[in-house]
C-alpha cells in the first residue's frame, strides 16, 4: 500500500533539544516531550507549563496558530508523530465504528464494511482538507445517529473481552498443572524404575524369572498414554474453541451499512401493563364490599382465620367468578362446531377398537 | 393361536400422546422422579423435559401428593411465568410422565450463588421480580396456592424468562372453615404466621416468600436462614421486629407462638436501606411491604404489580439482555467471542500494550488495498 | 366475548370432559362396541374355550342361553344397559361418600370422576364396584385431602387397599389425567350473594331457595350427564331455577342488564343491538357504576334457554330419586338382571384390578429394553437408550405375549367370580 507521507514531523525521540526553548538534554536530564494531538508539535514538559498552565495560548511552533489547553497535552506512544497521530485518528474511528463480525450476515458484507471505514480513515489520515472535513462530518454524523448502538456493541466487546481473558487464564492454569503433573510423573517414573530394578535383583537373588520390562515398562507406557490421551484432549478443546463463528460482512454504501443482521429493535412500548395482558377483570359483576353470607360471616370472627391472614374477599371473588364463569358457553354449539375436542380426538375415542398388530397388549 | 392385540381407545389415547415425544438422556435424578431431555416427534427443535414421576416407595398410599398437586394445578395454569405441562401420559410401567416444556439455563439460584462470575444490576434485579410477580399473581388470581416459593423453584428458559415450577405444594385456596396445614413452604422463606402454626391462611404467605427472594436477590444470600423453625422465629424477630399484640393483633394466641423474650421494634424502611438500596427507595419499599409482620397488612400480588418502583428507572432489562449463568453456556459463547472483537479500543485507562496490539493488528489488512 | 367465559375455556373440564350429548352417545356407543369386541375374541381364546372357531366379530350379542361355559359367545350388555348400571353404581357412590361423611366436593368430583372414566371405558371391561371406591379415594386425593389407604378401606368396613391402589392409576389414565373438576357449589353461594346485595330480596326466601338448590346440586347433577353438557355456572343456575325461578330469572336479568364494558374496548362485549356509549349519563338508579351497555336481547334469551334446558334434564333426577336407587324393589327388577348379564360377559383379562396391574408391572420389568435405565424403579431393568424405537419399545412377538397372557389367566381367578355371589 504506498501513500505519500503525512505532514513530515520530525521524530523526537531521539532528539535532545527542546525545539521550543531550546533547552538540551544535558541541562534537564529527564525532560519529557509532550503533544498535543491538535497539531502533534512536541516541546517539553517545561515549555508545557510555562506557556498553557495560565490558560489556552497559542502554538510556539512558527506558522501553527492553533490554540492549544493544557489538558491536551500528553506523551506520545511512537517516536513517529505520524504514526501517533494516525493511530489516534484510528482509535476514534473504531470507536465508533465498531461492528464485529457476528453482527453481518456474510464475510462480504462485512469485508465491505471493513472497507468502508478504511476509506474513511484514509481520508482521515492523509486525505485534502476538503475530504477531511467531509470524513470528519460523516463520522460525526454517523456517530450521532448510533448512539445506542455504539454503546451496546462497546459492552458486547468488553464481555468478550473479559471471557477471552478468562479463557486465557482458565489454559494458563491448565498448562501449568499439567507441567507440574508430568514432573510428577516423571519422578514416579523414577522411582517405579529404581524399585522394580531391585526387585529384579531381589528375585533373580532367589532363582525366579522375571520378564524384561514388566512393571517399569508398563508404568511407562501408561505414563506416555496418559500424556498422549491428555495432549490429544488440550487439542480438542483448542480446536473447538476456534470453530467459526457465524460469518458476516456488510455491504456497504455510503453511510448506510447493509447486511446488518436483523437487530430486533424494541418495539415501541406501549404503556406500562403491571399484568403482562392477563390481568381478568370481571364482565358481569362487581366486586364490593356489600357482598355477604351469613354462612361466611360467622368466620369473620373467628380469630384463627384473622390472625392467620385469611382473606374473606379472595373468597367472595372466587365465589363470584363460579358464578358467572362459563354462563353463556354453549358445549352443544360449540363442541359441534369442534372448539375443543378436536374432531379428531372424538373419532379416536369413539373408534375405539384399534388393532396394533402384535404391540402392547398389556399397555 | 396367534391373536390380535388390541388397545382400550383411552389407552390409545396414551400412546397417541407418548409417541408424540421422545425421550433421550436423562438430565437429572432425584427421589421423587427423572427428568430426561426429549423433543417434540414432530420438530425436533422443540425440546422438552420428560418428567418421570417414580413409584415411592415410602408413600404407600398409591400416587404420591405431590404428583397429583403437580398434575391438577400444572394443567390448569397458563401463564408465560409458570412451566407449562404439555403432555402427560403413563408409561408401561405404569408410572406417570409429565411432559414440561424445556427450560436450559437452570435456575434463579445458581445466578444468585454464583457470585464471582455472574454479574447483576438494579435493572436485572426488577426484571426477574416482575416475572415472579406476575407468576404469583396469576396463581392468586385463580385461587392456588403455590407454598414453596424460593430461588430453587425459578427456573430459566432459554430466552431469559423466569418460569416459576414445582407444584407439588400447591392447594386451592381453602373456603373458610377448612383448615390447612402449616408445614409448608421451605423454612427460610416461611411466613411467620405458618411459624406459628395457623390454618386458616392465604396468599400472603406466598408473599412473604417473595418478599424473601427479592431480599435474596439483592444480597445474594439468603436473608433470613435458620436451621430450625425457633432460629427462624428468632432471625424474623431480629431483622424484621418481634411480632406482638400491637403489630399484630391475636398473634400471640396462635398456637405455636413463641418469640424471643427480647423484643425487637419493627424496623422502619430506613434500616433496610442501607443493606438493600441497591434497588432504590421504592424499591426498599416494596420489599418492607411484603415482610409486614401481619398477613393482613402485607402487600397483595395485584398490589405489588401495582406498585409505583416498576415504573421508575432503572427500567426492568429485557430479557434477553438478563444475566445468564456462566459455565456451560459460556462455553459457546467465548467460543463465539474469540472470533470476533477485534475493533474495540480500549479506553486510555487500559495499558498501553493492550492498546497498541490492538491497533497494530488492525492495520494489517492482508487483502485490503 | 365475555372474561369469565374465555378463562372457562381454558379449563381441561371444557377442553377433554365437555361434550355436546350426540357426541356422548356416540363415544359411548363405540366403547360399548369395542368392548364386546375385544371381549369376545378374549373369551373365545381362552383355553377353557377350545375348540372355538367361530370370528369374534360374528358372534357379538348372539344370544346364548347357555351362558359362559358353552362355545358361545355371552350377551353383552348395550351402550344403554350400561348407562343405567354407570348411573346406579353412582348413585352407590354418593350412598358410599355420605356413609363416609365426605365433603360435598370430595363426593361430586368422586362422581365425576367416575362418569368420565365410564365414558371411555366400559362397565364390562372394569368392575365398577371397586371403581367406585377408587375414585373416591381418588377424589379425596384430587381435592387436596390425602389419606392413608388402610384407614380409607376401614371406612367401608373392607380391607382390599391393594385393589383399590391398582384401579389408581388406572382411572387416573381414563380421566386423560385432567382432575380438576369445576363445581357449582360454591357458584352457589356466590349467586346467594349477589342477590342478596339486591335491594328488594327477602332474606328468608334465598335461605330457603339456597338449601334446596345445594341439596340439588349434591345430588341431580352427578347422577345425569350434566356435567358434560352444562358449565357450573349454568347447573347452579338450573338447580337454583328449580328451588325459586323468580330468583334465578332475576339474577339472570340483572347480569345482563349490568354489564361492565371490558377494559380496552366495548366492541367486544356481543352487544350487537344498540350500545350506549360507555361515557353517558350517570344512571340515576344504584351506586353510580356505569350500566352501560345493553346486551343483545338475544344472547339473554339464549342463556335462559340453556338454563332451562339443565334445568329439565335436573328434573329427571332430583333428590327424591334417592330413594328409587335404592328401592330394593326397583333394584330387584331393573338393576340385578344387568349385573347378572354383566357377570357373564366380563372382560376376563381386566376384570381383577390387582392381577391387571402386576401383569403390567411384570412385563414392563421384563422388557429387556425398557423406557429408561432406572435401578430404582420398581422392577425396571435396562438402561438408557437413544432410539426412538428401543426408547418406546420394540414389538414384542405375539405368541410371547400370548403366553404371558395365558399364565396370568391361568390363575383361575380371570374367570371365576372373585367377588362372591351377585349382591
Known amino acids: ?363 | 393361536m396367534a391373536v390380535t392385540m388390541t388397545l382400550d381407545p383411552i389407552e390409545q389415547l396414551n400412546e397417541d400422546e407418548k409417541r408424540k415425544y421422545i425421550k433421550g438422556k436423562k438430565l437429572g435424578e432425584g427421589t421423587y422422579a427423572n427428568v430426561y431431555l426429549g423433543h417434540s416427534r414432530q420438530d425436533p427443535s422443540q425440546l422438552v423435559a420428560i418428567k418421570k414421576i417414580k413409584v415411592q416407595q415410602q408413600y404407600q398410599d398409591g400416587m404420591a401428593p405431590d404428583a397429583v398437586r403437580e398434575l391438577k394445578y400444572l394443567r390448569e395454569l397458563h401463564h408465560p411465568n409458570i412451566i407449562s405441562l404439555l403432555s402427560v401420559f403413563s408409561s408401561k410401567d405404569q408410572n406417570l410422565n409429565l411432559v414440561l416444556e424445556y427450560l436450559p439455563l437452570g435456575d434463579l439460584e445458581m445466578l444468585i450463588r454464583d457470585v464471582d462470575r455472574v454479574r447483576y444490576g438494579a435493572g436485572d434485579i426488577k426484571a426477574w421480580m416482575g416475572m415472579l410477580t406476575r407468576a404469583v399473581w396469576f396463581c392468586h388470581d385463580n385461587f392456588v396456592l403455590h407454598r414453596d416459593i424460593k430461588p430453587n423453584n425459578l427456573l430459566i428458559a432459554a430466552d431469559g424468562e423466569v418460569k416459576l415450577a414445582d407444584f407439588g405444594l400447591a392447594r386451592s385456596f381453602a373456603d373458610p372453615g377448612r383448615r390447612m396445614t402449616a408445614n409448608v413452604i421451605t423454612r427460610w422463606y416461611r411466613p411467620p404466621e405458618l411459624l406459628f402454626g395457623a390454618r386458616h391462611y392465604g396468599g400472603a404467605a406466598d408473599i412473604w416468600s417473595v418478599g424473601m427472594v427479592f431480599a435474596e436477590l439483592i444480597i445474594r444470600a439468603p436473608f433470613l436462614a435458620g436451621n430450625t423453625e425457633v432460629e427462624q422465629i428468632s432471625l424474623i424477630c431480629k431483622h424484621i421486629g418481634t411480632p406482638t399484640e400491637d403489630n399484630w393483633p391475636g398473634v400471640t394466641r396462635l398456637r405455636e407462638y413463641t418469640v424471643p423474650s427480647e423484643v425487637v421494634p419493627v424496623w422502619g424502611k430506613e434500616a433496610y436501606m442501607g443493606r438493600f438500596g441497591a434497588v432504590g427507595a421504592d424499591g426498599v419499599d416494596l420489599l418492607v411491604r411484603t415482610v409486614a409482620l401481619d398477613p393482613k397488612k402485607r402487600i397483595t400480588a395485584r398490589e405489588m404489580l401495582e406498585h409505583r418502583w416498576w415504573r421508575t428507572d432503572p427500567k426492568p432489562t429485557r430479557k434477553e439482555d438478563l444475566p445468564r449463568k456462566s459455565g456451560g453456556g459460556a462455553e459457546e459463547k467465548m467460543g463465539a467471542d474469540l472470533k470476533r472483537r477485534n475493533g474495540i479500543l480500549e479506553d486510555e485507562a487500559n495499558n498501553s500494550n493492550s492498546r497498541g496490539a490492538k491497533v497494530a493488528r488492525k492495520l494489517d489488512f492482508g487483502q485490503g488495498k | 366475548m365475555a372474561t369469565e367465559d374465555a378463562r372457562y375455556r381454558q379449563t381441561s373440564q371444557y377442553e377433554l370432559w365437555s361434550f355436546s350429548p350426540t357426541q356422548l352417545a356416540d363415544m359411548r356407543e363405540k366403547t360399548n362396541a369395542a368392548a364386546r369386541a375385544r371381549i369376545a375374541e378374549r373369551l373365545s381364546s381362552l383355553p377353557a374355550l377350545s375348540n372355538n372357531t367361530s370370528t369374534p366379530a360374528s358372534s357379538v350379542n348372539t344370544p346364548d342361553p347357555d351362558g359362559a361355559s358353552a362355545p358361545a359367545l355371552p350377551e353383552f350388555l348395550t351402550a344403554a344397559e350400561e348407562a343405567q348400571l354407570v348411573t346406579f353404581f353412582t348413585s352407590e357412590l354418593l350412598r358410599a361418600g355420605d356413609h363416609a361423611e365426605m365433603t360435598d366436593e370430595i363426593k361430586a368430583t368422586a362422581a365425576a370422576f367416575f362418569r368420565r372414566f365410564y365414558v371411555t371405558n366400559s362397565i364390562m371391561t372394569y368392575p365398577p364396584q371397586e371403581m367406585l371406591i377408587v375414585a373416591l379415594f381418588f377424589g379425596c386425593k384430587a381435592e387436596g385431602s390425602f389419606v392413608s389407604i388402610s384407614d380409607f378401606v376401614k371406612t367401608f368396613g373392607k380391607d382390599n387397599p391393594e385393589e383399590v391402589l391398582a384401579g389408581e392409576f388406572l382411572l387416573c389414565q381414563g380421566l386423560r389425567f385432567a382432575i380438576d373438576v369445576k363445581h357449582p357449589f360454591r357458584a352457589l353461594r356466590g349467586a346467594l350473594m349477589e342477590l342478596a346485595a339486591l335491594p328488594d330480596v327477602d332474606r328468608a326466601r334465598l335461605g330457603a331457595a339456597e338449601t334446596r338448590a345445594r341439596e340439588i346440586l349434591r345430588f341431580s347433577p352427578l347422577i345425569t350427564d350434566a356435567y358434560f353438557h352444562y358449565t357450573p355456572s349454568q347447573i347452579m343456575l338450573a338447580a337454583l331455577s328449580l328451588a325459586d325461578r323468580g330468583l334465578a330469572e332475576r339474577l339472570i336479568t340483572e347480569t345482563f342488564h349490568h354489564v361492565t364494558p371490558p377494559p380496552d374496548s366495548g366492541a367486544d362485549t356481543p352487544s350487537a343491538s344498540g350500545t350506549d356509549a360507555p361515557s353517558s349519563k350517570k344512571p340515576t338508579a344504584r351506586s353510580g357504576e356505569d350500566k352501560a351497555q345493553i346486551i343483545g336481547c338475544h344472547l339473554r334469551d339464549k342463556v335462559l334457554g340453556t338454563i332451562e334446558a339443565c334445568r329439565d334434564m335436573l328434573a329427571k333426577e332430583l333428590p327424591e330419586r334417592r330413594e328409587h336407587w335404592t328401592n330394593k324393589a326397583v333394584i330387584k327388577a331393573q338393576i340385578t338382571p344387568l349385573r347378572k348379564k354383566l357377570n357373564k360377559c366380563r372382560d376376563p383379562e381386566r376384570w381383577n384390578l390387582v392381577e391387571l396391574q402386576r401383569a403390567r408391572r411384570q412385563q414392563a420389568a421384563k422388557k429387556a429394553d425398557s423406557e429408561d435405565g432406572d435401578p430404582d424403579d420398581r422392577g425396571e431393568a435396562g438402561n438408557s437408550l437413544q432410539s426412538d424405537a428401543a426408547v418406546f419399545g420394540d414389538p414384542l412377538t405375539a405368541s410371547a405375549r400370548d403366553t404371558k397372557r395365558r399364565k396370568v389367566l391361568s390363575n383361575g381367578k380371570g374367570l371365576d367370580d372373585p367377588f362372591g355371589g351377585p349382591l
Not at chain 1, 481473558?165 to 522411582?191: C, D, I, M, N, S
Not at chain 1, 524404575?193 to 517399569?216: C, F, I, T, W, Y
Not at chain 1, 495432549?231 to 470453530?243: D, I, K, L, Q, R
Open chain 1, 1 to 363: 500500500m504506498s501513500r505519500k507521507p503525512s505532514s513530515g514531523l520530525p521524530a523526537i525521540s531521539s532528539e535532545d533539544m527542546c525545539p521550543v526553548c531550546k533547552t538540551i538534554r544535558y541541562l534537564n536530564k529527564d525532560m519529557e516531550f509532550l503533544i498535543n494531538p491538535e497539531c502533534y508539535h512536541s516541546m517539553c514538559s517545561n515549555c508545557v507549563n510555562r506557556l498553557f498552565n495560565d490558560g489556552p495560548n497559542q502554538c510556539p511552533y512558527a506558522g501553527c496558530h492553533r490554540t492549544l489547553r493544557r489538558k491536551g497535552f500528553r506523551s506520545a506512544f511512537f517516536g513517529d508523530l505520524s504514526v501517533e497521530r494516525e493511530v489516534d485518528i484510528r482509535r476514534r474511528v473504531a470507536a465508533v465504528f465498531n461492528q464485529a463480525e457476528d453482527d453481518f450476515e456474510t464475510l462480504r458484507d462485512y469485508n465491505n464494511y471493513l472497507q468502508m471505514v478504511e476509506d474513511l480513515t484514509f481520508d482521515l489520515v492523509s486525505g485534502s482538507d476538503a475530504a477531511r472535513r467531509a470524513a470528519e462530518a460523516t463520522l460525526q454524523q454517523w456517530e450521532a445517529e448510533h448512539r445506542a448502538d455504539i454503546e451496546r456493541n462497546r459492552k458486547a466487546g468488553r464481555e468478550a473481552d473479559e471471557q477471552s481473558r478468562r479463557r486465557l487464564a482458565a489454559e494458563r492454569e491448565a498448562a501449568r498443572q499439567r507441567r507440574v503433573e508430568a514432573l510428577r510423573e516423571a519422578e514416579e517414573e523414577k522411582r517405579e524404575r529404581a524399585r522394580s530394578r531391585e526387585a529384579e535383583l531381589d528375585s533373580l537373588a532367589k532363582g525366579e524369572v522375571v520378564s524384561a520390562g514388566g512393571p517399569a515398562g508398563g508404568a511407562q507406557q501408561r505414563v506416555q498414554l496418559k500424556r498422549r490421551g491428555q495432549a490429544a484432549v488440550n487439542a480438542a478443546a483448542a480446536s473447538a474453541a476456534g470453530t467459526g463463528a457465524a460469518a458476516a460482512a456488510a455491504d456497504v454504501g455510503r453511510l448506510s451499512i447493509r447486511g446488518l443482521k436483523e437487530k430486533k429493535a424494541p418495539a415501541p412500548e406501549g404503556p406500562y401493563d403491571p399484568f403482562g395482558g392477563m390481568d381478568f377483570v370481571p364482565s358481569r359483576y362487581k366486586l364490593h364490599d356489600g357482598l355477604s353470607h351469613p354462612a361466611i360471616d360467622k368466620y369473620k370472627a373467628d380469630p384463627g382465620h384473622i390472625t392467620g391472614g385469611y382473606n374473606f374477599d379472595d373468597y367472595t371473588a372466587r365465589a363470584l367468578y363460579e358464578a358467572f364463569a362459563g354462563l353463556a358457553v354453549f358445549v352443544e354449539d360449540e363442541k359441534e362446531v369442534g372448539i375443543g375436542l378436536s374432531a379428531g380426538e372424538v373419532a379416536t375415542i369413539s373408534a375405539g377398537m384399534i388393532a396394533v398388530g402384535d404391540k402392547m397388549e398389556l399397555d
